[in-house]
T-cell receptor, first 113, second 113 residues
Framework: EAQVTQNPRYLITVTGKKLTVTCSQN?????MSWYRQDPGLGLRQIYY???????DKGDVPEGYKVSRKEKRNFPLILESPSPNQTSLYFC????????????FGEGSRLTVL | SQQGEEDPQALSIQEGENATMNCSYK?????LQWYRQNSGRGLVHLIL?????REKHSGRLRVTLDTSKKSSSLLITASRAADTASYFC?????????????FGTGTRLTIIP
């Protein structure tokens, strides 16, 4: 089954404790992206990757890191989480050249205390 | 900054009625996409309309695009309870793929049985 898998789905952590949210897709998509969703603000792009070893900042990259060492994986790293990073995070992927349809994971709800 | 803004923010209608949502944006685009999100879940792609198209249909969905007014509308005909969800427009200003896909804040649609 074609899917984007995120882990963990739910996480409560404390300020400053490094964490990684993993994202994996099995559709051989070149493009992957991370978004955060906050009430009243919609989805905002954090980082994206056009292919392996190619990443770039989105609209709200501060406090986040990413890497793209393999085509299927695109982890989101919070080196020192802060309460303003409490949010619902989504990973998405697509072909670079194609229909433009983004495939989303089920989301990771992160709470930073 | 938000590229797409949906209107209304919330809409409640009786089952069987038609639902119309609007999206306005600020800068020129390559295409505009509509996505659906069931409560807290991942977004699902509904339909894409390119900048040189004016209208597109997919099942009970009808999308229009007016580039002169920088606006789009999504019409869901003969609504069903299962259509209850949030609907987002996403505008694409990318050079190569989806790297500049910007989401609006969404319209929350409730279908009353």
């Amino acid at each position: 089954e074609a899917q984007v898998t995120q882990n963990p789905r739910y996480l409560i952590t404390v300020t400053g404790k490094k964490l990684t949210v993993t994202c994996s897709q099995n559709m051989n998509h070149e493009y992957m992206s991370w978004y955060r969703q906050d009430p009243g603000l919609g989805l905002r792009q954090i980082y994206y990757s056009m292919n392996v070893e190619v990443t770039d900042k989105g609209d709200v990259p501060e406090g986040y890191k990413v890497s793209r060492k393999e085509k299927r994986n695109f982890p989101l790293i919070l080196e020192s989480p802060s309460p303003n990073q409490t949010s619902l995070y989504f990973c998405a992927s697509s072909f670079v050249v194609g229909t433009g349809e983004l495939f989303f994971g089920e989301g990771s709800r992160l709470t930073v205390l | 900054s938000q590229q797409g803004e949906e209107d209304p923010q919330a809409l409640s209608i009786q089952e069987g009625e038609n639902a119309t949502m609007n999206c306005s944006y600020k800068t020129s685009i390559n295409n505009l996409q509509w996505y659906r999100q069931n409560s807290g879940r991942g977004l699902v792609h509904l339909i894409l309309i390119r900048s040189n198209e004016r209208e597109k249909h997919s099942g009970r969905l009808r999308v229009t695009l007016d580039t002169s007014k920088k606006s789009s509308s999504l019409l869901i005909t003969a609504s069903r309870a299962a259509d209850t969800a949030s609907y987002f427009c996403a505008t694409d200003r990318s050079n190569f793929g989806n790297e500049k896909l910007t989401f609006g804040t969404g319209t929350r649609l409730t279908i009353i049985p």
